[in-house]
């Protein structure tokens, strides 16, 4: 699954709602960091983006978005060429980031807005989504990106969608059923199996349970089927069910058919599209 979703966004890039989910996510994690904007890990990350895009954004000299692709702190180089004191440095870090975009600004020669431009890309703080056209500027800007891209999978998709426990505990029927955890074992249930624990003894099969199960599915007296279309639905077997005429009764061992819902949110369901009787 994890494969085929990365060639999945490789081949076909991001999806209009996934590159929203991305800014979303990103701007999010801005608003909680502190700091310059550019010194930002969330504002770096974009940087980073649009550089590899073979943009600029706006505001950001050519070392901050050299440093920012290669994941090297602005403070770690000590290059004389680009900063040749510690008071040209300071009198760098001081000027406000308004000033820059407005000296950008002034030297755009009018013929393109400056959000349009791929030399003059917004910054991280300034995306608006509810701006239709610069959204699908950026859009069509990094949706082909693959860093981009393997951020969105690692920070958002997979986390949300393959939670898992990093330690859980796991036990099974031979150390249930013998002496290991209980000293007293009074009964134990589950499908009939010859795989009994030792101390449990061979399994007593109930003479003619077998036939009596087999009797009652096949009887059309008691059991009855529907066909249900190839491309059915949770929703739409849910809604099957909670509209059946006459109505049912029970789901049960429904587990492998209704999937990503828990009972009450099942529940719920059904009461909310049918089950008028209730």
Same mark, same amino acid.
């Given at each position: 699954v994890?494969?085929? &979703?990365?060639?999945a966004y490789r081949y076909d890039g991001m999806r209009a709602s996934d590159f929203r989910a991305l800014v979303k996510h990103l701007r999010g994690l801005m608003e909680e960091e502190y700091g310059r904007y550019e010194k930002r890990p969330s504002c770096r990350e974009w940087i980073k983006w649009i550089s590899r895009?073979?943009? =600029?954004? =706006?505001?950001?000299?050519?070392f901050?978005?050299? +440093?920012?692709? #290669?994941? !090297? *702190? +602005? *403070? &770690?180089?000590? #290059? &004389?060429?680009?900063f040749s004191s510690s008071s040209q440095a300071d009198q760098t870090e001081s000027k406000n980031a308004l000033e820059a975009v407005a000296d950008e600004l002034a030297e755009l020669d009018g013929q393109e807005l400056a959000e349009y431009r791929l030399d003059n890309v917004v910054p991280l703080q300034l995306v608006?989504?509810?701006? *239709? /056209?610069?959204? #699908? %500027?950026?859009? /069509?800007?990094?949706? $082909? &990106?693959p860093a981009a891209t393997q951020y969105y999978l $690692?920070? !958002? !998709? %997979?986390? *949300?969608?393959m939670r $898992?426990?990093?330690q859980k505990l796991s036990n099974n029927g031979q150390v249930l059923g013998g002496s290991m955890l209980f000293g007293t074992r009074l009964g134990f249930s589950g499908t009939p199996?010859?795989?009994?624990? !030792?101390?449990?003894?061979?399994?007593?099969?109930e003479k003619g349970s077998d036939g009596?199960?087999? $009797?009652?599915?096949?009887?059309?007296?008691?059991?009855s089927y529907e066909n249900i279309a190839h491309d059915w639905s949770i929703e739409g077997l849910l809604d099957q069910v909670a509209n059946a005429d006459p109505p049912y009764h029970a789901l049960i061992d429904s587990g492998a058919l209704i999937t990503g819902m828990t009972n009450l949110e099942v529940a719920a369901y059904l009461l909310e599209h049918g089950l008028k009787d209730m």
């Open positions: 994890i494969g085929n &979703s990365i060639l895009a073979g943009g =600029r954004v =706006r505001g950001i000299d050519e901050t978005a050299t +440093a920012a692709t #290669d994941g !090297v *702190e +602005a *403070e &770690s180089k000590g #290059d &004389s060429n680009n608006d989504l509810r701006n *239709e /056209e610069l959204a #699908d %500027f950026l859009y /069509e800007l990094l949706r $082909h &990106s $690692h920070n !958002v !998709v %997979f986390p *949300e969608t $898992h426990q990093g199996s010859d795989l009994l624990p !030792v101390e449990l003894g061979t399994c007593k099969y009596k199960m087999l $009797h009652f599915l096949t009887t059309p007296g008691i059991t």
